[in-house]
């Protein structure tokens, strides 16, 4: 059973505010529902991105490892190590922030060059092989495909904490708030009506009580 708000009076005036604080109640309940499902709309067509991603990843790895075994088998894995290691760079990535329904999530972009040509990547070519060459491709292809998952993980998370957000709010209102000043409503009608029934009967005794006296 709902509980009925406390600190309020009986009285027509709070009854009058009551009813507009109920109106505002369902109106905010309505937006916010609205809000909840386009969310979780969103969430799960970005869920789905990721889903995508994740096998687009899995399958660069998959093929960067394996020229990875066969160069490893071509030059060895020490050579390998060490032009690896000629191979060294930092690499920036711009971060900036977009919104979704409201909700600020991150865009990364990855630099211009990360698939570089063979000739940038700081090692002698004679001292390589094409397995290795396609190997470094494979990995940097891989790697601009991890920043756009990372970024799409991370928009399914803050998209999730969102919903849930927004459910909570959405409950509070459906479950406590709205009932609550709905029974509270109710309470203070059926005060005034009591009210009413005792002055009506007060008024009767002092109608008969002046009518005895004359």
């Not at 109640?25 to 869920?47: P, S, Y």
């Not at 899995?58 to 020490?78: R, V």
């Not at 329904?101 to 002698?124: C, D, F, I, S």
Request: with cysteine.
């Amino acid at each position: 059973m709902p509980e009925i708000l406390e600190g309020v009076s009986p009285t027509r005036m709070e009854l009058l505010r009551l009813s507009r604080r109920e109106k505002l109640a369902e109106k905010g309940h309505d937006l916010l529902r609205e809000k909840r499902d386009a969310l979780i709309a969103e969430f799960l067509d970005v869920v789905e991105e990721v889903r995508d991603a994740r096998k687009e990843v899995e399958a660069k790895l998959s093929e960067a490892f394996g020229f990875l075994t066969l160069a490893q088998a071509m030059i060895g894995i020490e050579q390998v190590r060490q032009l690896s290691m000629m191979s060294i760079r930092e690499i920036h990535i711009d971060s900036s922030a977009r919104s979704i329904m409201g909700v600020q999530v991150p865009l990364l972009a990855p630099p211009e060059k990360l698939v570089r040509k063979v000739t940038e990547r700081g090692y002698n070519l004679i001292d390589s092989s094409a397995a290795l060459d396609r190997c470094a491709r494979s990995f940097e292809e891989a790697l601009h495909l991890i920043i756009k998952l990372g970024e799409l993980e991370e928009v399914v998370r803050k998209l999730a904490v969102e919903v849930e957000k927004t459910k909570r709010r959405v409950n509070a209102l459906e479950y406590i708030m709205i009932p609550s000043l709905k029974a509270t409503r109710k309470y203070i009608r059926m005060r005034l009506e009591e009210m009413d029934r005792e002055n009506f009967t007060r008024l009767k005794k002092i109608k008969a009580m002046l009518e005895q006296r004359e």
